[in-house]
């Protein structure tokens, strides 16, 4: 099916949300965010563990509420912020809005951990007669054996504001403001950071290894200010959850959060570092392809060819839809409602956020998405990834705040489909066997950053985590980040001594510690659901329907179980890596 509507470049409208930082409707959604506060804070009497259940659901109820309408009241200055990250009023404001959010999480505070202080077999009585809100419900008391008394938990709350949250918006600020100097072209250029990316893809070697040096040359200047910042977070990720809470690992908070066994994280991060040497096998074809005595870290995203081959947003935007019809029609339709509704913003401009996004608000709200697309078959690929991430917002948009959104490691579940579905169908309508290995390359490339990369940042936030507390400085983090490299590349990829601070540019680090680990997991879930795609064809679609209905509403185990995964296995996560094997197997038939 050809799409009739044309879509451009453009930006994005949130008067869905609010008018403008003045509207007076900012003023009336706290006014009812304080009632709703209140309401609750009537309650605080009548929470025992033989309260009607009818009293229960309207707290519950309240809760939602709350939920609902804080989340509005927080995005629409964040996305503000996004568009121009040096915008004071939006980065003022989001200051304000986390501590009026936070004061009304510490008035009703009280419910949760009374929640948590029930015994199983009291609690359980509740849960059997709230079916709609059972997983939200049991996921608050995971978190049980971590939980400290009301006051302690209200003056962290307002800790976070002024400390690890501050720290990330001045982290964002400081470096989505930088613009970095290279020549390209024969002429010196200033360049936003999604600008300079477009050249570590550059056929020239010369310009890949002069945009990886003109951006950590940035960065390097001000490594003193932005390891203070790292160091800052960490000590504070330490003293809150090591220290006070008693979470056995760093990296445990996250998996408590995600929901996710300890021992499965690491099985997977295991199987991950075992098979560095399928990604180092196709870098030394990817060394041959490209005809180069030596693959540097400067070349590992080369294009084999010097095609040059650009797309406009609207061919982009065709390629997303085309595949995404020829699997689901209404996959197809999902991600035109984003654009319809005009909730992408697209195009690249100073002071914008780096990267991409999908910001879901609301059930009743359709997603926002951030691009900044330039044209690159990258960009597409992004562009499928984030309306993938649409749609399973979308696809599970039934369900009520607590339960739309899904945990960390299944989020990336749609997203990689959505390009896996984009690369097969361009493949597809490709006869050219050149663009085809390139294709492939471009798709190894991609399960680089998206599996091993981001598993050997999680190793390097396991070790960051352990050597901050006990007293190291930035150069200690340089000296562990050049290690984690060597042992992920091996003698594949010869690696220069400025990469030591590629650690420094990855905002998940900063702003969501361990969360790159669901990309690994996201990706290899996604290989071995995609082959089952290709050899059940139709009738594998309801089952993956299924999945992505289930939004966070139930474990992830449990989620993963109907599909007949088992991921403590580690069988199953080496599953992927043969997948990727027959990758490299295939390429080298090409070369």
């Given at each position: 099916?050809?799409?009739?509507?044309?879509?451009?470049?453009?930006?994005?409208?949130?008067?869905?949300?609010?008018?403008?930082?003045?509207?007076?409707?900012?003023?009336?959604?706290?006014?009812?965010?304080?009632?709703?506060?209140?309401?609750?804070?009537?309650?605080?009497?009548?929470?025992?563990?033989?309260?009607?259940?009818?009293?229960?659901?309207?707290?519950?109820?309240?809760?939602?509420?709350?939920?609902?309408?804080?989340?509005?009241?927080?995005?629409?200055?964040?996305?503000?912020?996004?568009?121009?990250?040096?915008?004071?009023?939006?980065?003022?404001?989001?200051?304000?809005?986390?501590?009026?959010?936070?004061?009304?999480?510490?008035?009703?505070?009280?419910?949760?951990?009374?929640?948590?202080?029930?015994?199983?077999?009291?609690?359980?009585?509740?849960?059997?007669?709230?079916?709609?809100?059972?997983?939200?419900?049991?996921?608050?008391?995971?978190?049980?054996?971590?939980?400290?008394?009301?006051?302690?938990?209200?003056?962290?709350?307002?800790?976070?504001?002024?400390?690890?949250?501050?720290?990330?918006?001045?982290?964002?600020?400081?470096?989505?403001?930088?613009?970095?100097?290279?020549?390209?072209?024969?002429?010196?250029?200033?360049?936003?950071?999604?600008?300079?990316?477009?050249?570590?893809?550059?056929?020239?070697?010369?310009?890949?290894?002069?945009?990886?040096?003109?951006?950590?040359?940035?960065?390097?200047?001000?490594?003193?200010?932005?390891?203070?910042?790292?160091?800052?977070?960490?000590?504070?990720?330490?003293?809150?959850?090591?220290?006070?809470?008693?979470?056995?690992?760093?990296?445990?908070?996250?998996?408590?959060?995600?929901?996710?066994?300890?021992?499965?994280?690491?099985?997977?991060?295991?199987?991950?570092?075992?098979?560095?040497?399928?990604?180092?096998?196709?870098?030394?074809?990817?060394?041959?392809?490209?005809?180069?005595?030596?693959?540097?870290?400067?070349?590992?995203?080369?294009?084999?060819?010097?095609?040059?081959?650009?797309?406009?947003?609207?061919?982009?935007?065709?390629?997303?839809?085309?595949?995404?019809?020829?699997?689901?029609?209404?996959?197809?339709?999902?991600?035109?409602?984003?654009?319809?509704?005009?909730?992408?913003?697209?195009?690249?401009?100073?002071?914008?956020?780096?990267?991409?996004?999908?910001?879901?608000?609301?059930?009743?709200?359709?997603?926002?998405?951030?691009?900044?697309?330039?044209?690159?078959?990258?960009?597409?690929?992004?562009?499928?990834?984030?309306?993938?991430?649409?749609?399973?917002?979308?696809?599970?948009?039934?369900?009520?705040?607590?339960?739309?959104?899904?945990?960390?490691?299944?989020?990336?579940?749609?997203?990689?489909?959505?390009?896996?579905?984009?690369?097969?169908?361009?493949?597809?309508?490709?006869?050219?066997?050149?663009?085809?290995?390139?294709?492939?390359?471009?798709?190894?490339?991609?399960?680089?950053?998206?599996?091993?990369?981001?598993?050997?940042?999680?190793?390097?936030?396991?070790?960051?985590?352990?050597?901050?507390?006990?007293?190291?400085?930035?150069?200690?983090?340089?000296?562990?980040?050049?290690?984690?490299?060597?042992?992920?590349?091996?003698?594949?990829?010869?690696?220069?001594?400025?990469?030591?601070?590629?650690?420094?540019?990855?905002?998940?680090?900063?702003?969501?510690?361990?969360?790159?680990?669901?990309?690994?997991?996201?990706?290899?879930?996604?290989?071995?659901?995609?082959?089952?795609?290709?050899?059940?064809?139709?009738?594998?679609?309801?089952?993956?329907?299924?999945?992505?209905?289930?939004?966070?509403?139930?474990?992830?185990?449990?989620?993963?179980?109907?599909?007949?995964?088992?991921?403590?296995?580690?069988?199953?996560?080496?599953?992927?890596?043969?997948?990727?094997?027959?990758?490299?197997?295939?390429?080298e038939r090409y070369l």
């Amino acid at each position: 099916m050809k799409n009739t509507q044309k879509f451009e470049s453009s930006a994005w409208e949130l008067n869905e949300l609010f008018s403008g930082l003045k509207d007076p409707e900012i003023k009336r959604t706290q006014k009812e965010l304080s009632s709703l506060a209140a309401s609750v804070a009537a309650y605080r009497g009548k929470l025992d563990d033989k309260m009607d259940i009818k009293t229960f659901h309207e707290v519950i109820e309240l809760l939602r509420q709350i939920a609902e309408k804080s989340n509005i009241l927080g995005s629409y200055p964040f996305l503000l912020f996004c568009e121009n990250t040096q915008n004071a009023e939006a980065l003022a404001f989001i200051g304000q809005v986390e501590s009026f959010v936070a004061e009304i999480n510490n008035q009703t505070l009280f419910v949760s951990l009374w929640w948590k202080s029930l015994s199983d077999e009291q609690a359980r009585s509740f849960l059997e007669q709230t079916a709609d809100y059972r997983y939200f419900l049991e996921a608050l008391r995971k978190t049980k054996p971590y939980t400290l008394p009301e006051t302690v938990e209200k003056v962290i709350n307002l800790k976070n504001v002024t400390g690890s949250n501050a720290l990330l918006t001045l982290y964002e600020a400081i470096t989505n403001r930088y613009q970095f100097e290279m020549i390209a072209d024969r002429k010196k250029e200033k360049l936003t950071y999604d600008s300079l990316m477009k050249y570590v893809r550059d056929e020239n070697p010369n310009l890949r290894k002069r945009a990886y040096q003109a951006l950590y040359r940035v960065h390097e200047n001000d490594g003193v200010i932005i390891g203070q910042i790292y160091q800052n977070i960490v000590r504070d990720w330490h003293n809150e959850h090591i220290r006070t809470r008693n979470y056995p690992s760093p990296i445990a908070v996250r998996n408590t959060v995600n929901d996710i066994p300890d021992q499965v994280v690491e099985v997977l991060l295991n199987t991950c570092q075992k098979n560095k040497n399928v990604f180092q096998r196709y870098f030394q074809l990817k060394k041959k392809a490209l005809k180069l005595k030596t693959l540097r870290r400067y070349d590992i995203y080369a294009p084999l060819s010097k095609s040059g081959r650009k797309y406009t947003f609207s061919e982009a935007f065709d390629l997303m839809q085309q595949s995404f019809t020829a699997f689901d029609p209404s996959f197809a339709e999902m991600a035109m409602k984003v654009f319809r509704e005009k909730h992408v913003h697209s195009t690249v401009q100073h002071g914008k956020r780096s990267g991409a996004f999908c910001a879901t608000i609301t059930p009743e709200l359709t997603p926002w998405v951030l691009l900044n697309f330039q044209g690159e078959f990258s960009d597409v690929s992004t562009m499928a990834h984030e309306l993938g991430h649409a749609i399973h917002s979308l696809s599970s948009a039934h369900h009520h705040i607590f339960h739309q959104d899904v945990c960390l490691p299944l989020a990336e579940t749609a997203s990689t489909f959505g390009e896996m579905l984009l690369t097969d169908y361009v493949l597809k309508q490709e006869n050219d066997p050149s663009v085809k290995v390139e294709i492939l390359m471009q798709q190894m490339d991609h399960n680089y950053a998206s599996i091993q990369r981001q598993a050997y940042f999680a190793l390097f936030e396991k070790t960051a985590h352990d050597l901050i507390p006990n007293g190291t400085d930035v150069d200690g983090l340089n000296a562990a980040y050049l290690e984690n490299l060597k042992d992920q590349f091996g003698k594949s990829v010869s690696v220069s001594d400025e990469f030591k601070w590629e650690w420094s540019v990855i905002p998940h680090i900063f702003a969501t510690p361990f969360y790159v680990y669901a990309y690994a997991f996201g990706q290899l879930l996604v290989l071995s659901l995609y082959q089952r795609y290709k050899a059940e064809g139709s009738s594998f679609i309801p089952s993956y329907k299924k999945i992505l209905a289930a939004g966070g509403s139930e474990a992830p185990e449990k989620v993963l179980a109907a599909a007949d995964i088992n991921f403590y296995d580690e069988a199953f996560w080496q599953g992927g890596f043969s997948v990727l094997e027959e990758n490299v197997s295939e390429i080298e038939r090409y070369l």
